[in-house]
T-cell receptor, first 111, second 115 residues
Framework: QQQVKQSPQSLIVQKGGISIINCAYE??????FPWYQQFPGKGPALLIA?????SEKKEGRFTISFNKSAKQFSLHIMDSQPGDSATYFC??????????FGQGTELSVKP | EPEVTQTPSHQVTQMGQEVILRCVPI?????FYWYRQILGQKVEFLVS????????KSEIFDDQFSVERPDGSNFTLKIRSTKLEDSAMYFC?????????????FGSGTQLSVL
């Protein structure tokens, strides 16, 4: 069973701080690593994604860092805002088209 | 931006009853999925569907579950005889390029409560 392990389970950050969420994967066949953002009562929405041919991808305040040798990737949210408070899921697809999600991180950004 | 729409938003049913959850995927998408999320837990894959047939299913998707695309727009998940442990948020998702899972669009979900 392919696994994606995510940490921490919950995170509290002050406004303006940096939020860091980590994921580790097992299967090297994965070739696409997305992060999804989920607000209460809503479905997950794609936030940012990276392919393993690059080590970092940045979109605005959101950055994915990828470490292929360690089989880890992380999400960094710079200048965190209260509106960023949500649950964040890392994920990876298997060859069959199934997206495997991490356990989720509940982020709370305090004003 | 195009949306995946799901109905109903909430469904309450008695244990043993059949329920049908409905979804309208994005119109030019070809790959369709059902996921579920038990309260406070991760999003779990149930089934993927392409070209009018199931392409992959999880161990959760047993004989009590079925999916159907009855026309050109709807995609349904049927649970024949609901159990208490089926209570969860069920998400429909779709994508145009299934094999990469890029831009997987999720609906807002149907909260199923089995009493």
């Amino acid at each position: 069973q392919q696994q994606v392990k995510q940490s921490p389970q919950s995170l509290i950050v002050q406004k303006g701080g940096i939020s860091i969420i980590n994921c580790a994967y097992e299967n090297t066949a994965f070739d696409y690593f997305p992060w999804y953002q989920q607000f209460p009562g809503k479905g997950p929405a794609l936030l940012i994604a990276i392919r393993p041919d690059v080590s970092e991808k940045k979109e605005g305040r959101f950055t994915i860092s990828f470490n292929k040798s360690a089989k880890q990737f992380s999400l960094h949210i710079m200048d965190s805002q209260p509106g960023d408070s949500a649950t964040y899921f890392c994920a990876a697809p298997n060859q069959g088209g199934k997206l495997i999600f991490g356990q989720g991180t509940e982020l709370s950004v305090k004003p | 931006e195009p949306e995946v729409t799901q109905t109903p938003s909430h469904q309450v049913t008695q244990m043993g009853q059949e329920v049908i959850l409905r979804c309208v995927p994005i119109s030019n998408h070809l790959y369709f999925y059902w996921y579920r999320q038990i309260l406070g837990q991760k999003v779990e894959f149930l089934v993927s569907f392409y070209n009018n047939e199931i392409s992959e299913k999880s161990e959760i998707f047993d004989d009590q579950f079925s999916v159907e695309r009855p026309d050109g727009s709807n995609f349904t998940l049927k649970i024949r005889s609901t159990k208490l442990e089926d209570s969860a948020m069920y998400f429909c998702a779709s994508t145009r390029e299934g094999w990469t899972n890029e831009k997987l669009f999720f609906g807002s979900g149907t909260q199923l409560s089995v009493l």
